[in-house]
Each structure stands twice: as structure tokens, then as C-alpha cells.
């Protein structure tokens, strides 16, 4: 075994380590990580990208040359993070789109905007999220599930075609640590009604969006659209800060800052070799295994997946999606 295998496989054992800025800096050292390749003539899109990943995600596509465009709830905000963008980058190539992905039917609408807008697409980044306090119910879907599941699942079947015109368009599935703890469960994401554990909650979509990102990659061919999900590590974010306060608060000094939380979603979409990658779940620029505990593990992956897109496709066909 290397010695950065060897690092790397320790680091992963101690979760603490690997998923701080500790393990960042090392195995960015040890494996002499290159900085992502230029993507210049490309075309992004990426959502929640106002604040913490989201704009650290936008930021590095634009100073790579890609033409980025910035989906978010707030038009102001998203108006000023696009000039600091320009403004830091100097690429002038960068679009506001405003939409509430916590709003099914508007997303739905969104998607055949932005279909409509944009004929190519090489990158789609699917970052917005955030864990919520209390249950809100729109159009029979819980929030959580609404921005984080079929938001996704609206505007990556919409812009499918988009993708495909890039062969290959990476698609990014911004999952969470927090997935690790829980299983998938179709019947606790469907829920509208009980008790609500916010936390919990995020942590099933989270599972979730790597059943996705498994399911969309067995079914389209890689050469035609590549798609993972990843852990950004433990990223010093806005929303970890308003959401897990006491978290944030203990291990703010090894936190990651964005920017290396962004990293290997900005590899991934600058790798030539995408195709090989479609299907992963990655961290820290290497595939990883889904399941840290016995009891998360699933005794039939395909049937999840099959659950999962036919359960999506209904909710989608429900408010007006492809």
C-alpha cells in the first residue's frame, strides 16, 4: 500500500480527521492534487448559489472561464453575488436566475425556462439546501424534499437534452456527511403529517440524493451524462452555523472553508475522464463506499432506485413536470 493510500484509508477511519480541514490539507498534499482544469466555452448552472458552497461553487467555475449561471431564491442577493463574482474573476459571463426550489410548481416552470434558455450545459450543480426547523407541506411535498429531491429531479430531467449536447454534462448531487446515519426510506421522505426531526429529515434526503445520482447513472449512458453525488466535507457554512449551532460552534477551528469544500465537485466537472467517475458517491477527489454503518445498508440497491424514480415521477407529473 502507498503511503497516500495508506494516509488516506487512516484518515477515512477517523472521520474526524478526514472529514475536517485536516484531511483536506493532507491528502491535497500527500496526492498532489492539481488544480481543476480550465473550462473555458463551457456552460454551468448551480443552485443555492448565493452563500457558503454554493457561491464558492459559482466562483470557481467562472474563474475557470466557464459561463455560470447563479440559481437562487433571494434576486438581490443573487445579483450581488454575481458582480463580486465578475468583479473577482473578471469574467463577465455570469446570469441571475431567480426561482424558489422549495415551490414545486414554480420549479416545474423554472425548468422549462431554463430548458428553453439554454441549449447547452456542461455542468448542473445541485448545492441548494438546508436543514428546516418545523415541517412545511407545499403541494403534498414536505420542504426538505421539495429543494433537495425533486427540485433536482424537475430540472435535471428538463435540461437533459442541454446536458447531452455537451456529451458529456456532469450533473453534482451535493450530498452530506449526515447521510451516513441514516438509511433509505421511502415511506419517512413521503411523510406529511407527525412528528418532524429537521435534522433527521435532511439526513434521509441526503441518502436519498446518492439513491438518485446511482439510479440516474445506471440508466443514462456516462458518455452522455455523467452524474455523482459527494460529500463536501465539513464545510464552515452559513447555513451549519444557523442550523447546527453547537457543532459549528465546538469544531469551527477545523472546519473547511467553502472553497475546499467545493473542490471536488469542481475536479469532477473539469475531469475528462468523467464518464469513468458516473455513479460515484466522491470525497475528497476519490470514489467512496455509501455505508459507515451495518444498519444503513440496503439489501436491494435497484429496487431503491426504481422506488425512488417512480416515486419522483409521479410527485413531478403531480405539478406540471416533464
Avoid at 441549449?119 to 436543514?131: E, F, K, Q, T
Avoid at 438509511?183 to 429537521?198: I, N, Q, S
Avoid at 469544531?251 to 465537485?265: C, I, N
Wanted: with cysteine; proline share 6%; charged share 20%.
Amino acid at each position: 500500500m502507498t503511503l497516500a493510500r495508506a494516509l488516506d484509508v487512516a484518515l477515512e477511519a477517523s472521520v474526524l480527521g478526514s472529514f475536517t480541514r485536516v484531511g483536506y490539507a493532507l491528502r491535497r498534499r500527500v496526492e498532489h492534487w492539481d488544480p481543476p482544469g480550465r473550462l473555458d466555452g463551457r456552460v454551468a448552472l448551480v443552485t443555492g448559489a448565493t452563500s457558503g458552497l454554493g457561491l464558492a461553487y459559482a466562483h470557481g467555475l467562472a474563474a475557470l472561464g466557464a459561463r455560470t449561471h447563479l440559481l437562487a431564491r433571494d434576486g438581490a442577493r443573487a445579483e450581488a453575488a454575481r458582480q463580486g463574482i465578475v468583479q473577482a474573476t473578471g469574467n463577465p459571463a455570469v446570469e441571475v436566475w431567480v426561482g424558489d426550489l422549495a415551490d414545486p410548481r414554480a420549479v416545474a416552470a423554472l425548468a422549462r425556462d431554463l430548458a428553453g434558455a439554454i441549449p447547452r450545459l456542461d455542468v448542473l450543480i445541485h448545492n441548494a439546501g438546508s436543514i428546516a426547523p418545523t415541517r412545511v407541506v407545499r403541494d403534498g411535498v414536505e420542504t426538505t424534499v421539495a429543494t433537495q429531491l425533486l427540485a433536482p429531479y424537475l430540472l435535471t430531467g428538463a435540461l437533459h437534452h442541454a446536458l447531452a449536447a455537451a456529451a458529456p454534462g456532469r450533473v453534482v448531487l451535493v450530498a452530506s456527511g449526515g447521510m451516513y446515519a441514516e438509511p433509505f426510506d421511502l415511506e419517512r421522505l413521503a411523510r406529511v403529517a407527525g412528528p418532524f426531526d429537521g435534522v433527521r429529515t435532511y439526513a434521509r434526503v441526503k441518502r436519498a440524493q446518492v439513491v438518485l445520482a446511482r439510479a440516474w447513472a445506471r440508466r443514462c449512458p456516462a458518455g452522455e451524462v455523467s452524474v455523482v453525488a459527494l460529500h463536501p466535507g465539513w464545510a464552515d457554512t452559513p447555513g451549519l452555523a444557523r442550523s447546527l449551532p453547537r457543532f459549528h460552534r465546538v469544531l469551527r477551528p477545523l472546519l473547511r472553508t467553502p472553497d475546499q469544500g467545493a473542490d471536488t465537485g469542481l475536479w469532477f466537472a473539469s475531469r475528462p475522464d468523467a464518464p469513468v467517475l458516473s455513479g460515484s458517491f466522491l470525497f475528497d477527489r476519490r470514489p467512496r463506499a455509501t455505508d459507515r454503518l451495518a444498519r444503513t445498508r440496503s439489501a436491494d440497491l435497484r429496487g431503491d432506485e426504481e422506488a425512488l424514480l417512480g416515486w419522483l415521477r409521479g410527485l413531478a407529473a403531480g405539478v406540471g413536470g416533464g
